[in-house]
Structure formats: structure tokens, C-alpha cells
């Protein structure tokens, strides 16, 4: 099937019903079990490929995916995950190292083409990496969606030693990890209690 992603649609053509919604956005919750179901590459591919037409700053696109298979590697991931976090990583059907690529400036001119000069913004590294964390942060929230809306779970972890996971996982590379998530179909025992939210009139103010 070919797909026109050229020609502008309005917003309300693709108007979720309810039932889409709660897929998205109710139901799902952040698993911390697993089942025994593999999650494959093929599935990882077609996350990724709704996930990358969602926005981000100058186009930037800086979120990179490492899937750690081997067990080699998964044993090594494990060292740097805080300990609460460990035993999920060991039963995780498939762990991701979600990160940043700070060197997103290279790929501009063909994801940015009609400001050649979008490249030359970036040369100052801090900034740069600043900008690549922050874009591939905000990629990560629709990386998430995509997961849910693949008809998986996510279990997205902050709690391990970037510093140390980079310098082992990522070492040579112009990534920065951001966060490791654990993907497939949550197992029993899969949740903690619900969380409460924040009511909308607390979270949102109109001046
Ligand atoms: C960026 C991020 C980092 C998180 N880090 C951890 C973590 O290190 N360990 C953990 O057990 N849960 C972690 N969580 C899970 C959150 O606590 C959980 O998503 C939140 O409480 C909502 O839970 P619910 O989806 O079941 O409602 C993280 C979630 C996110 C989005």
C-alpha cells in the first residue's frame, strides 16, 4: 500500500473514537512482568516507522534505538541498571537503550534541506547536545504511544548509571543514553496500583 504523506490533512480526518483512545492512553499501563512472548525486529521497525513522522525541533530527529539481544550484552545492561530495575531487564522479552545522537547535525541537510545553513546552527557541541537530548526526549513520549499502540507494553526506566552504561554500550558512538525500556506483553503480576493524575484544572491555565 502506497501512503501520501505530502498532501496536508486536517486533524479531523483522523479522529480517534473512544475505543482507539483507551488503547492509547487509559488502558496501558507501565509493565514491570513479562510474558513469554518474543517481541521481534519486525515489530521494533514498524514502531519506529509511525514513531519518526511525529515532530521535533528543526526536524531534527535525534532518537536512536539499540536493542540488546545477545545475552552477552543483556548481562553487561544489567550491571548498570539500579538494582529495583535488574530483575525486569532479565525477563524483559526485549530491552531497549534509548538514546540521544548528539552528532544529529549530520543528517540536516537531507532531513532539513531548504535551510542548508541548519547544520552550522549546531557546531557549538553543548548546544548541540542540549538540543539532541531534548528532541529525542520528546520522541520518546511518541516511541511509547507507538509501543501501546502496537498492542504492547512499555516499561520505561530512568533508574540506572548513564555515565557507566555509555561508556560500555555506547562506547565510540555520539550517543547519549536517555532512558532503557523494556518491551513485549506484560506477564501477572505486571502493575503496580493505578497512580492518580493530575485534574486537568490543576495542570491547565488559561491567562
Ligand atoms: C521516563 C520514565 C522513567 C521511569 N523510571 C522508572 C524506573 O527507573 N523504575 C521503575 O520501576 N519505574 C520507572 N518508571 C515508571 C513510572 O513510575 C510509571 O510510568 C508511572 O508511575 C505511571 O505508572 P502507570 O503507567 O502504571 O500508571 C519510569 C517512567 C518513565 C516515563
Do not use: C
Not at 558512538?173 to 506483553?185: E, M, P, R, W, Y
Amino acid at each position: 500500500m502506497t501512503v501520501d504523506l505530502q498532501t496536508p490533512r486536517p486533524a479531523t480526518a483522523a479522529r480517534l473514537d473512544d475505543g482507539a483512545l483507551d488503547t492509547l492512553f487509559r488502558h496501558p499501563r507501565t509493565a514491570r512482568g513479562w510474558a513469554d512472548a518474543p517481541v521481534d525486529d519486525d515489530v521494533l521497525a514498524r514502531v519506529y516507522d509511525l514513531v519518526r513522522w511525529s515532530p521535533t525541533a528543526t526536524n531534527a530527529s535525534p532518537l536512536r534505538l539499540l536493542a540488546v539481544r545477545s545475552p552477552e550484552a543483556r548481562a553487561r545492561l544489567v550491571t548498570h541498571m539500579d538494582e529495583g530495575n535488574r530483575e525486569r531487564v532479565r525477563t524483559a522479552p526485549l530491552t531497549l537503550v534509548v538514546a540521544a545522537d548528539t552528532d544529529f547535525h549530520e543528517t540536516l541537510p537531507r532531513t532539513f534541506p531548504h535551510f542548508p545553513g541548519a547544520k552550522d546552527v549546531f557546531a557549538d557541541e553543548t548546544g548541540r547536545e542540549a538540543a539532541a537530548r531534548f528532541n529525542a526526549t520528546l520522541q520518546i513520549g511518541y516511541f511509547l504511544l507507538g509501543v501501546r499502540a502496537a498492542g504492547l507494553a512499555a516499561g520505561p526506566m530512568t533508574g540506572f548509571d548513564a555515565a557507566a552504561l555509555d561508556a560500555d554500550l555506547l562506547a565510540g558512538t555520539s550517543l547519549k543514553s536517555l532512558v532503557v525500556v523494556n518491551i513485549g506483553k506484560p506477564g501477572e503480576n505486571a502493575w503496580f496500583d493505578r497512580l492518580p493524575r493530575l485534574d486537568v484544572d490543576e495542570a491547565v491555565r488559561t491567562l
